[in-house]
């Protein structure tokens, strides 16, 4: 059982490209949410999808874009890349009921120059 | 609305010594509460979770955590710290009332001496 699976697990990018930061997982979830981890600031919640065409913004959404186009997948767009983005991202699932935990990928360094 | 705040950024014990992290939380509704912990360069794993069974969950490796409502606590224990056990540990809480969202308190770094 993979579980959530993210790709690239690190990557440096130059200020202004862009990039899809890939997640997919097989436990046929219905909830997917895409997180952001800055030292001392925890876990901030990027976007959010609960099925697939249905996505929602969180904390901190700027500079990203996401689709849901099947269950299994939920990538991560960032358009124009700013050195704020350096971060380390995770993608994490859950069944629709939101009392079960969150399964967590293995996440993607990023680092924008 | 629901917050949570991890009391300490950084806790250091020696091995063998209790671990104490402490979370408090606020809720409109009865929540759920987790623990997670992250080890370097890891993704976060489920330590336990809480879900208005019995008020003293027990999870993986001997962690332990009580919920108690009256002072809207949700403290993780361990009776002996091991080496394995340094990591970051995070608390957080889902409220429930119709939104998938979690919060995540700012974690605490648990250090172990040998």
């Known amino acids: 059982n993979a579980g959530v699976t993210q790709t690239p697990k690190f990557q440096v990018l130059k200020t202004g490209q862009s990039m899809t930061l890939q997640c997919a997982q097989d436990?046929?979830?219905?909830?997917m949410s895409w997180y952001r981890q800055d030292p001392g600031m925890g876990l901030r919640l990027i976007h959010y999808?609960?099925?697939?065409?249905?996505?929602d913004q969180g904390e901190v959404p700027n500079g990203y874009n996401v689709s849901r186009s099947t269950t299994e997948d939920f990538p991560l767009r960032l358009l124009s890349a700013a050195p704020s983005q350096t971060s380390v991202y995770f993608c994490a699932s859950m069944p629709a009921a939101g009392y079960s935990p969150l399964h967590f990928g293995n996440g993607t360094r990023l680092t924008v120059t | 609305a629901q917050s949570v705040t991890q009391l300490d950024s950084h806790v250091s014990v020696s091995e063998g010594t209790p671990v104490l992290l402490r979370c408090n939380y606020s809720?409109?509704?009865?929540?759920?509460l987790f623990w997670y912990v992250q080890h370097p360069n890891k993704g976060l794993q489920l330590l336990l979770k809480?879900?208005?069974?019995?008020?003293l969950v027990k999870g993986i490796n001997g962690f332990e955590a009580e919920f108690k409502k009256s002072e809207t606590s949700f403290h993780l224990m361990k009776p002996s710290a091991h080496m394995s056990d340094a990591a970051e540990y995070f608390c957080?809480?889902?409220?429930?009332?119709?939104?998938?969202?979690?919060?995540f308190g700012k974690g605490t770094k648990l250090s172990v001496i040998p």
């Open positions: 999808s609960v099925g697939a065409g249905i996505t």
């Open positions: 436990m046929n979830h219905e909830y």
């Open positions: 809480y879900t208005s069974a019995a008020t």
């Open positions: 957080v809480v889902y409220s429930g009332a119709g939104s998938y969202q979690l919060t």
């Open positions: 809720s409109s509704y009865s929540p759920s």
